[in-house]
């Protein structure tokens, strides 16, 4: 059998990105890493994903695959080892509906709270501590992981949160984690973000924050 | 083995509880519908689905699943007869996609339209006719479905439109399908509303209109 060709558009302070690399990661997946410039769109990115033209784009023996929880479910559905969806149905959906969540509920406060007025912002980290709330009203106390005793795709599609939102904390200033309110988040998220596969695949902290503080800053100017 | 117990909450009118209908007809399950009334929301749906207070949600024996595209798939994995996504996996990926891609991207253009004036009516009506010309390209002309010989999940992901959009043209006065435009697509929405299962599961479509022509006067006239 040929050797996969297996090749990823990213651009390094994507999270979505970052999921889709964890999930290569945990199934031991070898790739070729390719870093995209947003501000100058390659044409490969452009040829593979016109639709959203964004990374993250998986491309598996010449062929594309956008959205990375699709890709994330396509990987999983590729190669066998390590499962990252557990095999009940009921769960499976359970996974799929929160990853999904967290994209829909918890993604566009974040852009809405790094274009708001001082006021606005606090309303809306209220809204975002809400959902982090209900995100740990579904870890299970018995199971290190969402995934259970190993790392799955629940735990991918949500982890980031636990690198970005300290972040926005000291960007814009507000209160999104809070260790006493919810405690089994912050445990979770330090254990999942411990995992060697996972901790070895982290953009370096302090680069990330001035990554986003420029763009925000820049942002704001705009509206000065 | 004891009788699976399936409940689906829906509306009458909701495409998306719509989906489901089809995806449990298609698969010959028997289910016990419930009609909800959305302006006065039951108990129950508050009670699962308190995330987002949205029809559908399925219960199967005592368990929720919310979110259609979620529930589809878990229909598909409960149930194996009458597969709904493609084996291959490039193919499932290419599915889902395109179900989530409907949903980003033309869903939130018809609620944009629905409340917009005369001249930003046209061109999001012309961006919703991108997406559709899009679809359409996505269809293979050597097969009647996109999911291949039988109807498939994108089938039943995408169909809906087929009812929506001419009666959202006669509503919002638009224009969205184009025989000449859009040929394929347009004998793609006749050829899978005439599968028999699809076609006994419509909402009778003077009904429908008159129900969403009254919601858009009233809408409108709270901003005249």
Redesign the interface.
């Given at each position: 059998m040929a050797v996969d060709e297996v090749k990823l558009l990213g651009f390094w302070g994507s999270p979505f990105a970052l999921r889709v690399e964890w999930a290569l990661r945990l199934k031991g997946i070898e790739y070729e890493y390719v870093e995209e410039d947003l501000s100058n769109k390659s044409l490969m990115l452009l040829q593979y994903n016109p639709?959203y033209k964004k990374v993250p784009v998986l491309v598996?023996n010449g062929?594309p695959?956008?959205?990375s929880l699709?890709?994330i479910?396509?990987i999983d559905?590729?190669w066998k080892n390590h499962p990252l969806l557990p095999e009940d149905?009921?769960e499976?959906?359970t996974s799929?509906?929160w990853a999904?969540?967290v994209d829909d509920?918890f993604v566009p406060l974040i852009i809405k709270m790094s274009s708001s007025t001082r006021e606005q912002k606090d309303k809306v980290a209220e809204e975002a501590r809400e959902i982090l709330k209900?995100l740990e009203s579904c870890l299970n106390l018995n199971k290190p992981f969402y995934g259970g005793k190993i790392i799955g795709f629940m735990d991918i599609a949500v982890a980031w949160i636990g690198i970005w939102a300290p972040m926005l904390e000291k960007i814009i200033d507000v209160k999104l984690l809070n260790e006493e309110y919810m405690p089994l988040l912050n445990t979770w998220f330090s254990d999942v973000l411990e995992v060697l596969v996972i901790k070895e695949c982290v953009p370096p902290l302090d680069e990330l924050l001035a990554h986003y503080k420029d763009y925000y800053d820049r942002f704001m100017a705009t509206k000065a």
């Open positions: 639709w598996h062929k695959i956008v959205e699709v890709i479910e396509y559905e590729t149905p009921f499976r959906a799929r509906f999904k969540f509920k209900t």
